[in-house]
C-alpha cells in the first residue's frame, strides 16, 4: 500500500533560522497528490499547502515545497522560523482517483524557541 | 461557517464499555473520515465515507465499526472498549474522494479506556 515516511520526529529550531522538514513517500500510482498539514495544540489539523505538480514550488503562509517524482519527496521548508511555527507537521499522500483515502506520515513536531 | 464538530471532546471509560463519538459537518461534504492520532505513529485511517450508508475500512478498522445515516453525520463506535483504544480520535471530511481535495478536520475527541 501506499506509505509516508518523515524521519525526523521532533525538531527543536532557534528563532531565525530555516526550517527543512523531510517527506518521502511511496505508492505505486504514477500522479498522487501531497500535502502538508499542521496541528497546532488545542486546535485542528489543517492544510498547510498541497501539490500534484511535479516540479512546482508550492507556497503559503511563508513555507513552500517542491514535488520531485524522481526522487519521490516533498519536503517542506521556510527560510526563517518563528515561535508560532511550532506545531505538529504531517505530510500526506492521496493516490489519483477517487479513493478518498489520505495516508499520513508519522509527524514531525516543531518546537521553536528564542 | 465551515466546520467540523466532534462529541464527546473528553471520554473516560472501563474496559468493556460501549463508546460513541459522533461528528458531524456543516459544508453537504460527501466523504468522512474517522481517524486516531498516536504519538510516532501519526494520523491512522480507521473508516472512510463515501456517503450515507456507504463505507469503507481503512488501514485499523479492528475494534471499530461505524455508522452514517445522514450525510452530514458520521458515528464511531467501540463495542467493547480496550485499553489500546486509548487515543485521540479525529473526524474529517472533505468535499469528495477525488485526490486534490482539502480534510477538514474537527478538533478531537480524547478517549482513556481503564
Known amino acids: 500500500g501506499d506509505s509516508v515516511t518523515q524521519t525526523e520526529g521532533l525538531v527543536t529550531l532557534t528563532e531565525g533560522l530555516p526550517v527543512m522538514l523531510n517527506c518521502t513517500y511511496q505508492t505505486i500510482y504514477s500522479n498522487p497528490f501531497l500535502f502538508w498539514y499542521v496541528h497546532y495544540l488545542n486546535e485542528s489539523p489543517r492544510l498547510l499547502l498541497k501539490s500534484s505538480t511535479d516540479n512546482k514550488r508550492t507556497e503559503h503562509q511563508g513555507f513552500h515545497a517542491t514535488l520531485h517524482k524522481s526522487s519521490s519527496s516533498f519536503h517542506l521548508q521556510k527560510s526563517s522560523a518563528q515561535l508560532s511555527d511550532s506545531a505538529l507537521y504531517y505530510c500526506?499522500?492521496?493516490?489519483?482517483?477517487?479513493?478518498?483515502?489520505?495516508?499520513f506520515g508519522e509527524g514531525t513536531q516543531v518546537t521553536v524557541i528564542s | 461557517d465551515m466546520k467540523v464538530t466532534q462529541m464527546p471532546r473528553y471520554l473516560i471509560k472501563r474496559m468493556g464499555e460501549n463508546v460513541l463519538l459522533e461528528c458531524g459537518q456543516d459544508?453537504?461534504?460527501?466523504?468522512m473520515y474517522w481517524y486516531r492520532q498516536d504519538p510516532g505513529l501519526g494520523l491512522q485511517l480507521i473508516y472512510i465515507?463515501?456517503?450515507?450508508?456507504?463505507?469503507s475500512e481503512g488501514d485499523i478498522p479492528k475494534g471499530y465499526r461505524v455508522s452514517r445515516k445522514k450525510r452530514e453525520h458520521f458515528s464511531l463506535i467501540l463495542d467493547s472498549a480496550k485499553t489500546n483504544q486509548t487515543s485521540v480520535y479525529f473526524c474529517?471530511?472533505?468535499?469528495?474522494?477525488?485526490?486534490?481535495?482539502?480534510?477538514?478536520f474537527g478538533e478531537g475527541s480524547r478517549l482513556i479506556v481503564v
Open positions: 465515507s463515501y456517503d450515507v450508508d456507504s463505507n
Open positions: 459544508m453537504s461534504h460527501e466523504t
Open positions: 500526506a499522500l492521496r493516490r489519483g482517483g477517487l479513493s478518498g483515502k489520505l495516508t
Open positions: 474529517a471530511s472533505s468535499l469528495s474522494p477525488g485526490s486534490g481535495n482539502t480534510l477538514y
